[in-house]
């Protein structure tokens, strides 16, 4: 006879753990969460305005920040301390605006207490920023509309969600029309026993709601997203014993993931003979735009795209960024498009059908 394993309330189990039980982020037991060394120069000038608390009480696997984000409204789900929050609230700057979901009243405490301040260590008249309480599976009790967000962003989160698929469909339906999602998360290289899925410690450790990598794709498929790329990605390392044991042969990645709210996406890449190239533009990119882990546009070069990649850099808030060459008149079958070799070791998936 099969016995049924019993099953958490994983709600609560992020809670207590991120609530109670983690004190500072020197108190977790896997890699998940980076140091700040993953961070670029050029935002570490802006963490350095944050407070040491709310710094010292963030529990992240990447750096989810993406460019061109001034005049924005931005998303942040799983806000937490308010690390990323504090750090997107200097990037959009006065005339743009940023929300912070979480959970958690722990957390959320933190982040609220160091508003005021911030923003008068920030420079700024009013607060452009805003933290709720709620569950990144319903944002619209959080009081998120359609199609009113910029960029959505999220850090080593979403896989503490019992229903992932709820989560990305509601930030389709907040994002605008050529919106942005831009999220670090943990992903396996096969699906998680039940047994794995339900212990507490991993579940907090942002390992036992894991998703495999293949279910995510699939997801955000069904969801009418084609194609999404991946940033960066690194093997996670599991040196506490315990945990170790309990994992056997599973392997964990953290990933960096940008998608668009694009319905002129394709699940393959397809040849149209476009190029692109990216004018140098932007304050902290002036001289190479990545776009993913095999898309890097260096200043001023003509680039040969599939016609997924001109839509990314063309229908986005990016398009003032790049010049394009060509239309979708003339399809030339499919473009040779695919990751680098570097991915295998990753953890990504090399037969997408797609450019990632």
């Known amino acids: 006879m099969k016995i049924e394993e019993p099953q958490i309330d994983l709600h609560e189990n992020a809670r207590e753990y991120y609530g109670k039980q983690l004190k500072t982020n020197e108190d977790l037991k896997s890699s998940a969460c980076c140091s700040i060394d993953s961070i670029s120069p050029y935002h570490r000038q802006y963490l350095e305005k944050i407070d040491d608390e709310i710094m010292e009480k963030f529990y992240g696997c990447g750096s989810p920040i993406p460019p061109a984000l001034k005049g924005k409204t931005v998303l942040d789900l799983g806000c937490g301390s308010g690390r990323d929050s504090y750090l997107l609230s200097q990037l959009v700057g006065e005339k743009g605006f940023v929300i912070g979901v979480d959970m958690t009243d722990e957390q959320l405490d933190v982040a609220q207490s160091h508003r005021e301040g911030q923003m008068a260590r920030f420079g700024y008249r009013e607060a452009n920023i805003d933290f709720r309480k709620g569950y990144i ?13 910029d960029v959505v ?15 990305f469909s509601e930030i389709f339906r907040v994002l605008k029309p050529g919106g942005e999602l831009y999220f670090s998360d943990v992903y396996t290289s096969r699906r998680l026993p039940e047994n794995l899925k339900n212990d507490p410690l991993l579940h907090g450790e942002c390992l036992g709601g894991a998703l495999y990598i293949e279910d995510f794709r699939r ?12 940033v960066s990605g690194r093997k996670l390392t599991i040196d506490d014993p315990g945990i170790r044991a309990k994992i056997g042969n599973i392997e964990f990645f953290s990933h960096t993931i940008r998608a668009f709210k694009l ?3 394709e699940d393959i890449c397809e040849d149209y003979g476009q190029v692109v190239s990216y004018l140098g533009n932007l304050e902290e990119s002036p001289h190479a735009f990545e776009l993913d882990d095999h898309h890097v546009f260096e200043t001023g070069k003509l680039i040969p795209v599939c016609g997924n990649t001109t839509s990314m850099v063309q229908e986005t808030r990016y398009s003032k960024y790049f010049k394009v060459g060509g239309d979708r008149s003339i399809h030339f079958g499919e473009f040779p498009c ?17 450019c990632c």
């Open 219 to 230: 997801i955000l498929r069904d969801l009418g997203c084609l194609d999404y790329r991946m």
């Open 263 to 265: 319905n002129t996406l």
């Open 153 to 167: 962003t999220s850090n080593c989160v979403i896989n503490l969600s019992p229903d992932k698929k709820t989560v």
């Open 338 to 354: 695919g990751p680098s070799d570097s991915n295998t070791d990753q953890g990504n998936i090399t037969d997408s059908g797609s």
């Open 137 to 149: 599976e319903d944002l619209t009790s959080v009081g998120i509309d359609d199609n009113s967000i």
